[in-house]
């Protein structure tokens, strides 16, 4: 992957636009309650502005009508947020698109939620024409979004004087690409979640690539229901069953597995009252839900860990928000926290294990992308980053 990069280029005196990823998460009164995505797009912001730029920065917000800015799409709280974090106020412009505002050299503005424009999600050529005309050079940073094709991440990049990649941007992809194209082995991944519907391609193609694939949440499910258990009342997708026999006959041929729990924890309702038991997975009966692996299952998989070489992980493998269910996915935590292999998390929900349980500090790389690091592993092409390919020889 070659890509112009922001840290390559002299901006002094140049007009800067860069598109950031700053989608994060708000309470009801529109309070930020996660600021990562915030937090990793200063070093590109300061290097610009260190550089002497004039800086504008975008970002989407949620997934706002286009044509309409309602209080709840504005970047506002970011804007303010974003100035804490650089020590000096950050303006907020509206209705930017046609340009009319000023930036100075060393100063940096935010223009308003870019998704609030006609033309965004299309990536509308003609909207993207006129963001470029802002700017001597694009900067993409916002990995998280890397896999939509919209005007301020595909269109752009192609009309703009220069187009390159943020320092956030060029970090994801050494890291992701160090774990997918040359990974120390064993290469262990685990794959948690809900439903195996919205991680089949993910689970498919990292069935021919990595040694085990460790499998949780209601996606365990299907796979026990797939080795012929007994699952009672769970989560699970029985019209997938099929699929995930095939998961794990391919892992087979490959002298790789598919670890399944050999032990769980189950209860008769998701709630905080809940009575935990753990059973073997033998003994699931017709109104148990399975919530959590058991710590017999636990500790194999910390085993697994332990020996990996690379470890992706992209999900939990219980109900961790809940005490009784948090074991197998706060024993798993530690494990990976404890291992020497080179690891990388994604996704909010596995962002929010790792911050309950205290272990950001001992992840090789926590990527800021949620579906663009599943896109990414998945080894599909992410349109804004073949955008900036694209425009790298020129
Ligand atoms: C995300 O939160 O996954 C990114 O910011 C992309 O947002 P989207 O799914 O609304 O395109
Ligand atoms: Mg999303």
């Avoid at 070659?2 to 998460?25: E, M």
């Avoid at 794990?248 to 905080?272: H, I």
Wanted: glycine fraction near 10%; charged fraction near 25%; hydrophobic fraction near 45%.
């Amino acid at each position: 992957m070659q890509v112009k990069k922001l840290i390559d280029l002299d901006v002094k005196g140049k007009k800067v636009f860069i598109r950031a990823d700053l989608n994060v998460p708000q309470d009801d009164a529109g309070n930020i309650t996660e600021d990562t995505r915030i937090r990793a797009s200063i070093p590109s912001i300061k290097f610009a502005l260190e550089g002497g730029a004039a800086v504008m920065v975008t970002s989407h917000l949620g997934r706002p009508t286009e044509g309409e800015l309602n209080a709840e799409d504005s970047l506002a709280p970011v804007a303010v947020r974003l100035g804490q974090l650089l020590h000096k106020p950050v303006r907020l412009i509206q209705n930017w698109v046609e340009g009319g505002f000023e930036v100075a050299p060393g100063e940096v503005v935010l223009l308003e939620n870019c998704r609030c424009n006609k033309g965004e999600k299309k990536d509308n050529e003609e909207l993207a024409k006129k963001m470029a005309a802002l700017c001597d050079i694009y900067v993409n940073d916002a990995f998280g979004t890397a896999h939509r094709a919209e005007a301020t991440t595909h269109g752009i990049a192609r009309f703009a004087p220069v187009a390159c990649a943020g320092i956030l941007m060029g970090g994801e992809i050494d890291a992701l690409g160090k774990a997918l194209h040359a990974p120390k082995r064993p290469l262990v991944a685990i794959v948690g979640g809900s439903k195996v519907s919205s991680k089949l391609t993910i689970l498919k193609s990292l069935a021919d690539k990595v040694d085990q694939l460790i499998v949780g949440g209601g996606i365990a499910n299907t796979f026990l229901l797939a080795s012929g258990k007994r699952i009672g009342d769970s989560l699970a997708e029985p019209d997938l069953v099929k699929e995930a026999h095939a998961i794990m006959d391919m892992m087979k041929e490959r002298g790789a597995e598919v670890p399944l729990p050999t032990d769980v924890v189950v209860a008769d309702e998701v709630s905080a009252l809940a009575r935990a038991n753990k059973i073997s997975v033998d003994d699931v009966a017709v109104h148990d839900r399975i919530l959590d692996i058991g710590p017999k299952s636990a500790a194999r998989l910390g085993e697994i860990i332990a020996n990996a070489g690379t470890i992706v992980w992209n999900g939990p493998v219980g109900v961790f928000e809940l005490p009784q269910f948090a074991g197998g996915t706060k024993m798993m935590a530690s494990a990976i926290a404890h291992s020497e292999a080179f690891s990388i998390a994604g996704g909010g929900d596995t962002l929010a294990a790792i911050a309950k349980f205290h272990i950001a500090d001992d992840v090789g790389y926590i990527s800021t992308g949620g579906g663009a690091f599943l896109e990414f592993l998945e080894g599909k092409t992410l349109p804004a980053i073949a955008a900036l390919e694209e425009r790298f020889k020129d």
